[in-house]
Structure formats: structure tokens, C-alpha cells
Nanobody, 124 residues
């Protein structure tokens, strides 16, 4: 299993950028699909980006496509989420999560390893 720790959250004005990082420890990081989820108060946890174990495949929902970019470094055991053109509706706690899969799952239930989350607040 891998243990995940997110960092990089904070307060930013609308239109600004933030870069989140997910650092992994444990064995086999390079074999895991990594997803970034977010959860706003009173709302469900949703997938906003995911990357395959090799980094060759990515997934983004329409809500963030063109604004968010996920990347990974399997040597440093890190996954990054670059968030540009941020909007107030992007405000949420952001989590990274890991799963072993040949495809990119999109459901919360498909991911078994989670970080503690990092708060992102976008002011208008």
C-alpha cells in the first residue's frame, strides 16, 4: 500500500493559480492510478483529475477541462495538480487517492488509499 500526503492548498483570488502536490510513501507507487478529488461543504466528493500509472493517460471532467493539469513523477513518487483560472466554485478540500487498475476509475469507491486533504479557497 501507499500512504499519501497532500500539500499546496491555500487562498487565492479568482483567476489565479495553485499547484497541489501529492507525495507518496510505501511500495509500488508507479503501479497506482492516482486521482484528485474534491469535496465542498454539503456536497459529494467528486473526481477532478486522474492519471494512469505510466502517466500516458489522464482524465478530467468537463468542469475543469482546460484549467487543471495532472502530472506525475514516478522517480520522486509525486503527483501534481496544476490549477489555473480558478473560480470560486473550485473552493473545496482536495484529496489525492490511489488505486490499482488497468483503466482510470472515476468513482470514490474505486480508490482505496486516501490522503488527509488540503483546503483550497478561491475568493471572488
Amino acid at each position: 500500500q501507499v500512504q499519501l500526503v497532500e500539500s499546496g492548498g491555500g487562498l487565492v483570488q479568482a483567476g489565479g493559480s495553485l499547484r497541489l502536490s501529492c507525495a507518496a510513501s510505501g511500495r509500488g507507487f508507479s503501479s497506482y492510478v492516482i486521482g484528485w478529488f474534491r469535496q465542498a461543504p454539503g456536497k459529494e466528493r467528486d473526481l477532478v483529475a486522474a492519471i494512469s500509472w505510466s502517466g500516458t493517460r489522464t482524465y478530467y471532467p468537463d468542469s475543469v477541462k482546460g484549467r487543471f493539469t495532472v502530472s506525475r513523477n514516478n522517480v520522486k513518487n509525486t503527483v501534481s495538480l496544476q490549477m489555473d483560472s480558478l473560480k470560486p466554485e473550485d473552493t473545496a478540500v482536495y484529496y489525492c487517492a490511489a488505486t490499482t487498475s488497468q483503466y482510470i476509475p472515476v468513482r470514490v469507491i474505486d480508490y482505496g488509499n486516501w490522503g488527509q486533504g488540503t483546503q483550497v479557497t478561491v475568493s471572488s
